[in-house]
């Protein structure tokens, strides 16, 4: 029988543990042993778990107090300096969460998840030096519970191409010999205490890899294969294809590969032929990047031809990739229909999944049932979804004019001045909103009440933008929990589960809606709100809402139809929210797309198809209005170098993006592309608690100037305002307003001169 086994578990326990335990520790409620304690037990509960499930190889060191690849750069002895000092917890949660004047290190995404890590920062100079004490601790501490674990690494290479020097790539060459020393080092002490296996994750195989890194990958492991005498390696792919490096991968010498067989089933064949006669195949089976019960015989049968070819005993059973990116456990959703339960799966319920598909003569009839529930259930499949779908023409993805002739009637209607400002959408979520919102929900307080509660803020809001002379006006958001979320409790084909939490980074956990069945609205979602801000002021008011690729992006999304359906279902149902604000006399609605960016595929050869499907949804949901509504979007980042075609191409009236945090940056995109449309780019860092000065934000205009027209140019924050302080807000807006001003007087003057 093949073997069973684990990438990596859920660290943060089925109730949060690890959070709790954090935030108390941060806020020194609890003792540093009382959180090593937690970790413990959320460690041996997880093992003990996969242990009485029957899975085979079980994972250790996948456990963190903050981020694996910050364990790694500890377990490396890539400290940055400016961290270091005598208490190890301090310099860890210093170089995570920053400290007094000591910013936090980078964190960005780890590849195409919600997850962040921790980039390392790697000297010119770096000096590698091994501490080896968590992962030996944690196999230990794993043995003397009577379980055998398999230690679970980042891999060398991975490591440093995740890393960076002075912000840009990391030089390979310069550092791969020394830091695989180190490796060495740790391969031969996980050899001495008797580890089986080692699980070495080498992600970055599945990305686009030049040729010089070949020879790199190959140097690695050739050391690495020496250090180690019975202990045998398991070098671990997942999110994608190998491609291009698959015949890399098959050629290094290790003992066993694991390949994410949801992603790259394509290539079970190609493989099947390339692998070597001494090296064993992980099978990652079942999907360890989304919530759906596994379609067991059908995985049993792919696996037959696994074992047919390979061999039984060369063949070992697991999840794509490590379960961190799912919630713990189905179990204790409680007001879930049951119909939706049975189609549902978390870390919990993969791992009994992965132990049946190694069992002989397993029971696969629940999991048959759910596939063909799924395929029938009327909670799922809704004609009418399908039917208008199928009912859409080339015009419903275009406005009705091009965007000169709109925005002459845009300004007829608006008549804004030059250098108009607004803001991107919320304003401080204050503790006194929160605390609403949780009042509403234990009963304490009527939704009468909250919603009067939200109005007076909304009105508070509204007088202070009026005060300040702002432009375009916004209500603020306060209804929202969480912009995804909002809309995930109103649309139909959503489920919203109670403690579906995943971790994103640190203590911070998201709970990603999940995306069952066909989508659409019964009812308008935001409609109320922004026609009640509309009534208090007779400036613009812009309705806002959530774009249809973010909305897919952070939620969790079926797997029985291809994602764009998804997608264009949800830009129907937004479409018919853009038009009812407008017709509610919304005369500018903002549909948000953070998100879009990231959604980018791994691999540069799926971009094309996805930038085409992601714009015609922005599209989908944008064109139902007349010319003279005007539809904002927004984004939060600012490498825009190699999407700015797509980005003109959601022909969008006016773009606000982020641009202040990274110095205007993105104009570098500006002097080669000049965009069409108008354009926000961000003055104000809405990231750091600090107040920026009138000068300062006019000083960045200034330089988009040289590159952006000035009709062009709108004045406005790099993103929302929710995790803002009030007193923070007031000034800084109050300086934006000001900076508008006083580039209006310099550049009509201009105007005149020129004339
Ligand atoms: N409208 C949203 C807000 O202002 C946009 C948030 C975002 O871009 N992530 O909060
Ligand atoms: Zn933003």
Partial sequence: MAISS???????????????????FWNKKISQEELIETGKNIRAQNWKLQAEAGINHIPCNDFSFYDHVLDTVIMVGAIP??????????????????????????????????????VPEIAHK?????????????????LALGIKTRPVILGPV???LLSKTDGNHVDINAHIEQLTEVYCQLLKSLDEVGAEWIQIDEPCLVLDLNSEMEQIYKNSYEKLARAISKTKLLLTTYFGSLANNLSLATKLPIQGLHVDLTRAAH???????????????????????????????????????????????????????????????????????????????????????????????????????????RKTSTLIHNDAVKERLQTTTEDSYKRKNNFSIRRSLQQKKLNLPLFPTTTIGSFPQTSEVRAARVALKAGSISQVEYENKMKADIKDAISFQEEIQMDVLVHGEFERTDMVEYFAQKLKGF???????????????????????????????????????????????????????????????????????????????????????????????????????????????????????????????ASGVKDETQIHTHMCYSEFNEIIKSIAAMDADVISIEASRSNMELLQTFK?????????????????????????????????????????????????????????????????????????KQYAKEKVANA
């Fill in 158 to 160: 991975s490591f440093l």
């Fill in 81 to 118: 300096e400016r961290y270091l000092n005598a208490d190890e917890f301090d310099t860890y949660f210093a170089m995570a969460r920053g400290k007094s004047t000591l910013k936090a290190m980078e964190m960005t995404k780890w590849f195409d998840t919600n997850y962040h890590y921790i």
């Fill in 6 to 24: 684990n990438l990596g578990f859920p660290r943060i326990g089925a109730k949060r543990e690890l959070k709790k335990a954090l935030e108390n």
């Fill in 495 to 621: 489920i919203v589960s109670e403690y579906g939490w995943v971790q994103s980074y640190g203590s911070r956990c998201v709970r990603p809606p999940i995306i069952f069945g066909d989508i659409y609205r019964d009812k308008p979602m935001t409609v109320e709100w922004s026609t009640f801000a509309q009534s208090l002021t007779k400036k613009p008011m812009k309705g806002m809402l959530t774009g249809p690729v973010t909305i897919l992006k952070w939620s969790f999304v079926r797997d029985d139809q291809p994602l764009e359906t998804t997608c264009k279902q949800l830009a129907l149902a937004l479409r018919d929210e853009v038009v009812d604000l407008e017709s509610a006399g919304l005369a500018i609605v903002q549909i948000d797309e953070p998100a879009l960016r990231e959604g980018m595929p791994l691999k540069k050869k799926d971009w094309n198809h996805y930038l085409d499907w992601a714009v015609k949804c922005f599209r989908l949901s």
């Fill in 672 to 744: 080669e592309f000049s965009y069409p449309n108008d354009i926000g780019p961000g003055v104000y860092d809405i990231h750091s608690p600090r107040i920026p000065n009138e000068s300062e934000m006019e000083e960045l205009m200034v330089n988009a100037l040289k590159y952006i027209p000035k009709e062009k140019l709108w004045v406005n924050p790099d993103c929302g305002l929710k995790t803002r302080k009030w007193e923070e807000v007031k000034p800084a807006l109050k300086a934006m307003i000001e900076c508008a001003r006083a580039l209006r």
């Fill in 126 to 142: 770096q000096k590698f030096s091994l501490n080896a004490k968590k992962v030996l601790n944690e196999f230990k501490e794993a």
């Fill in 267 to 373: 290539e079970l064949d190609t493989l099947l032929n390339a692998i070597p006669s001494h090296m064993t195949l992980s099978a990652g089976i079942v999907d360890g990047r989304n919530v759906w019960r596994n379609d067991l015989s059908k995985s049993k049968t792919l696996l037959k031809k696994i074992e047919d070819k390979l061999g039984s005993e060369r063949v070992i059973i697991g999840p794509s990739c490590s379960l961190l990116h799912v919630p713990v456990d189905l179990d204790t959703e409680k007001n879930l229909a049951n119909e939706a339960k049975a189609w549902l799966s978390f870390a919990k319920q993969k791992i009994a999944e992965i132990a049946l598909l190694t069992e002989a003569n397993a029971d696969f009839s629940k999991s048959d049932a759910s596939v063909q529930q």
